[in-house]
């Protein structure tokens, strides 16, 4: 038997042996089925994959939808750099329609973003989906669902000082408007505004101030606060 590929000289001069193994690769879960993938158009799921760039001063949050091998849809979240937007708006008409491999080994901007989606290949071909036992997996368009009403990312910012104490700034809620403290000034809850829902309404027409208002919400045992703070400013 010979090789169609160069081999070195001791390799010709060997006698050919039959290979006895012949197992097949061990089946992996997708979207609810056993699936023993062989090639790219085998991989099918929706996950998520994370990652930082390398001074890690900002975070991506990468969410992918795969029928067939294919980025049929594609969630980017950044947090951190302000370059790092652009470059997910960058990633987002970049990713859909090219295969995992192919997005794998595409420059997505930002290291933030090519780490994610090595992590996220990596939970894919390995069958670790969120839709790993899902029959069909999810539609497309499931990505949204992630955003919730207003469509925005579920987004926490903190700050705390030793000297100071925390300062609850945005919470998954909304942006966080006031914090209310008890007697001891330990925070008990906090006011909010839903920026997704105010812009929306605002957008279809409501006066700016209607819709800053209606969309004011607390959290949390607010209500008995003895004293209500801006964290922005005290």
């Given amino acids: 038997?010979?090789?169609?590929?160069?081999?070195?000289?001791?390799?010709?001069?060997?006698?050919?042996?039959?290979?006895?193994?012949?197992?097949?690769?061990?089946?992996?879960?997708?979207?609810?089925k056993w699936v023993k993938a062989k090639q790219i158009t085998d991989i099918s799921g929706l996950?998520?994959?994370?990652g930082c760039c390398a001074p890690q001063q900002g975070t991506c949050k990468l969410t992918l939808n795969v029928k067939e091998g294919v980025i049929e849809e594609a969630l980017v979240e950044t947090i951190g750099c302000s370059g790092m937007t652009h470059s997910a708006a960058m990633a987002a008409e970049i990713l859909p329609g090219k295969t995992i491999l192919e997005a794998l080994n595409t420059d997505l901007v930002c290291d933030a973003i090519n780490v994610a989606m090595r992590e996220l290949f990596l939970q894919i071909v390995y069958g670790r989906t969120q839709t790993a036992f899902s029959?069909?997996?999810?539609?497309?368009?499931?990505?949204?669902?992630?955003?919730?009403?207003?469509?925005?990312?579920?987004?926490?910012t903190m700050y705390s000082t030793k000297v100071k104490g925390p300062r609850y700034l945005e919470m998954a809620e909304g942006y966080v408007l006031n914090v209310g403290v008890?007697?001891?000034?330990?925070?008990?809850?906090y006011k909010f505004v839903h920026l997704g829902k105010m812009m929306e309404a605002i957008k279809n027409g409501t006066d700016p101030k209607t819709a800053?208002?209606?969309?004011?919400?607390?959290?949390g045992?607010?209500?008995e606060a003895v004293k209500v703070i801006d964290p922005r400013k005290e």
């Fill in 1 to 32: 038997m010979t090789c169609k590929h160069q081999c070195s000289h001791e390799v010709e001069q060997m006698c050919p042996l039959y290979k006895g193994a012949r197992h097949d690769p061990a089946p992996i879960p997708e979207e609810g």
């Fill in 47 to 50: 996950t998520h994959g994370c």
């Fill in 135 to 156: 029959e069909n997996g999810l539609p497309i368009g499931a990505g949204l669902e992630d955003l919730g009403k207003g469509l925005r990312s579920q987004v926490g």
């Fill in 182 to 189: 008890d007697a001891n000034n330990e925070i008990i809850g």
């Fill in 212 to 219: 800053f208002e209606s969309n004011i919400k607390t959290y």
């Fill in 221 to 223: 045992r607010f209500d």
